[in-house]
């Protein structure tokens, strides 16, 4: 059993087990978040160059008045 001392309590089961669901929740969360933040930085910079400086203007020319 995994919390022994609470064996003849079962709200104090049903607690622990709602404490253990909200860590695992979170745990997953704070993990997912680590995941978007690597791959912000693994794409950081990969279009850097990619448009001029004059770019949006060029743009804008495009479009009607």
Known sequence: MQWPEDAESRASL???LILEGQRAV???RDGE???RLAAVRRSSGALTGSYGADYLSKLRDDWPE
């Open 14 to 16: 049903v607690r622990r």
């Open 26 to 28: 979170i745990d997953k």
């Open 33 to 35: 978040r680590e995941d």
